[in-house]
Structure formats: structure tokens, C-alpha cells
């Protein structure tokens, strides 16, 4: 942002344009207050189970939201219940540029090897980090039976305005973690919000309590 800010000649007007800082929206925002108004709300959800949703409702949208899920649309698993679920796992976080948790990855493999071998239920396997995201797309390549499932993996920015019914969320924190690594993360929270709202019926969340 600085180098392309000094090329630019813009270097005054930074704070302002930074994507770091300011996302199109928070800056469409302020423009749209500054102007006497007040942006509107898309606020009537209609893809997650109440139980996911509620989360996100009470944590990001200051209760806002108009839950309006058809829960007859929603699918059902033995396994787990509709809703957030968490899967204890311990692990240890390896940093790198980009950091990543083998034991994270492991325990996916598990949890898919218990699904029906169909592609009538979508799965997500969402991460926050790049390399994690790659870790766990290799382990499953080396698993023939997991191909018959219908499964995208990706990190929060490749799921944004996407939905699966069954959405696996795999952040690869644990021990490890370099201090300015978990402030970024602490910082963008609302890649938590995206991986959490992706999922229309089951959210596993996995990690160390």
C-alpha cells in the first residue's frame, strides 16, 4: 500500500485508500454519512440453521438480522446435529509465511471419512490460512473414497458469497502461533463471520478449546 501510495503521489490520502484500513465498503459507508444518510441494511437472512446464524447475529450484527431460514430445507446428519459443533483437537501450529496444522488436517480426514459417499450434500472445508488450505487438499487427494464426496476446500476470502450444507472450519491456531500472526487474525474477525455463515445446516468448528 505505501509503495504503490509513494508511485502514486498519494501518499497523503493513504490512511484513507488502504485496503488495510478501509475495505470499498467502510469507505462507500463514510461517504454515505457524510452526506446525511444512512446506508440500508440487508438484514433478512435466509440460508443458516438459527443456531449458526444467532452466533454471527449477536457477535457482528448487533442483533439485526431478520432470521428467516426455512429449517424443512435444511439437511440432517447422524453424526452431527444441526448447528455449531466443536471437535476438541490439541495440535501444534508450524509457522511458516503462511502457518498450517497437520493435526487440524487429520482430524478433517476423520470427519469425512464419516459422511455418506454421495455428492447430494455439499461440503466446505474453510481455513484461514493458505497453506493450510493446501496441507489439507493433499492429504485428501491421497484418499480415493473421499472423491466421491462433494467437497470444496478454500480459505475465507474463496468462500465469500458462497454456502455448503456442511461447512468444517479449520483455523490452524494452537501452540505455536507467533504473537503478531494471532493479532492479525484478532484484527480481521470478520473472516471468522464468513467461515461461520457459509454453512446452511452443520458448522464443525475444530481447534483447541
Known sequence: DKKL????NMTKMCLD????????????????KDRNKEPVLLNQHYRSCK???NFSNEHFYEKKLDIKTNERNLI???????????VDVKGKTIQTKSPYNKEEA??????????????KTSIGVVTIFRRQM?????????????????????TTHKFQGGEK??????????????????????STTQLLNVAITR???ILIEIGRA
Open 5 to 8: 501510495a509513494i508511485e502514486n
Open 17 to 32: 485508500c488502504t485496503y488495510n484500513k478501509n475495505s470499498l465498503y467502510d469507505l462507500t459507508e463514510r461517504i454515505i
Open 51 to 53: 443456531d449458526i446464524i
Open 76 to 86: 440432517s446428519n447422524k453424526n452431527y446435529p444441526n448447528g455449531i459443533n466443536w
Open 106 to 119: 487429520k482430524e478433517i480426514l476423520k470427519l469425512l471419512k464419516k459422511f455418506p459417499k454421495t455428492k
Open 134 to 154: 493446501e496441507l489439507i487438499e493433499s492429504m485428501i487427494e491421497k484418499i480415493p473414497e473421499l472423491k466421491k464426496l462433494d467437497i470444496e476446500i478454500g
Open 165 to 186: 450444507d456442511i461447512i468444517i472450519f479449520s483455523p490452524a491456531i494452537s501452540n505455536g502461533i507467533k504473537q503478531r500472526t494471532l493479532n492479525w487474525v484478532q
Open 199 to 201: 454453512a446452511k445446516s
